[in-house]
T-cell receptor, first 117, second 109 residues
Framework: EAGVAQSPRYKIIEKRQSVAFWCNPI?????LYWYQQILGQGPKLLIQ????????DSQLPKDRFSAERLKGVDSTLKIQPAKLEDSAVYLC???????????????FGPGTRLTVL | KQEVTQIPAALSVPEGENLVLNCSFT??????LQWFRQDPGKGLTSLLL?????REQTSGRLNASLDKSSGRSTLYIAASQPGDSATYLC????????FGAGTRLTVKP
């Protein structure tokens, strides 16, 4: 079974530029998550999708971050414009979601390491 | 607001030693607690998931316990090996998943 795929693996941009990350979850997983992991910290949830609807985006800085999952499969996370403090690893995860009946193990992709100069 | 704390932040042990990593959380209302391993430059690998009704889970040399009432979990690693060197994260889930900052483990040959 293929895991969660993410691209690119690494990205270096200058502040005020735009960047986009892509995630392809495990086939059949209804729930998709984007996390931000700053160096030395644990991952922090940015946004959670159930199929193509947003379940939780309370910690997403909506003035500069946006995410979509139009067909309920792949997802894109965008930052526009980027700030120095956005330097982090962006992790995508997926899970079966409500179908799992409370057992909601998340499977993580390798992440995209973003450096903002 | 759920806060998750992991102690110690870093740990270095000689090969073969048994060790315990600690995780504490402030709100006992959780669905489950999960321990992850993270290698440098890589994503998270799930090691053990303990549902709120369970007390412990075991996988090979790993044993995780959960005491929900006291807001504590431990990850026990037996007979540590250099390949166990990684960062270990615990996370608790209710409506979302909250992570600790991790314990960076180094096992020296």
């Amino acid at each position: 079974e293929a895991g969660v795929a993410q691209s690119p693996r690494y990205k270096i941009i200058e502040k005020r530029q735009s960047v986009a990350f892509w995630c392809n979850p495990i086939s059949g997983h209804a729930t998709l998550y984007w996390y931000q992991q700053i160096l030395g910290q644990g991952p922090k949830l940015l946004i959670q999708f159930q199929n193509n609807g947003v379940v939780d985006d309370s910690q997403l800085p909506k003035d500069r971050f946006s995410a979509e999952r139009l067909k309920g499969v792949d997802s894109t996370l965008k930052i526009q414009p980027a700030k120095l403090e956005d330097s982090a690893v962006y992790l995508c995860a997926s899970s079966l979601g409500a179908l799992a009946g409370g057992y909601n193990e998340q499977f993580f992709g390798p992440g995209t390491r973003l450096t903002v100069l | 607001k759920q806060e998750v704390t992991q102690i110690p932040a870093a740990l270095s042990v000689p090969e073969g030693e048994n060790l315990v990593l600690n995780c504490s959380f402030t709100d006992s209302a959780i669905y489950n607690l999960q321990w992850f391993r993270q290698d440098p430059g890589k994503g998270l690998t799930s090691l053990l998931l303990i549902q709120s009704s369970q007390r412990e889970q075991t996988s090979g040399r790993l044993n995780a316990s959960l005491d929900k009432s006291s807001g504590r979990s431990t990850l026990y690693i037996a007979a540590s090996q250099p390949g166990d060197s990684a960062t270990y994260l615990c996370a608790v889930e209710l409506n979302d998943m909250r992570f600790g900052a991790g314990t960076r483990l180094t096992v020296k040959p």
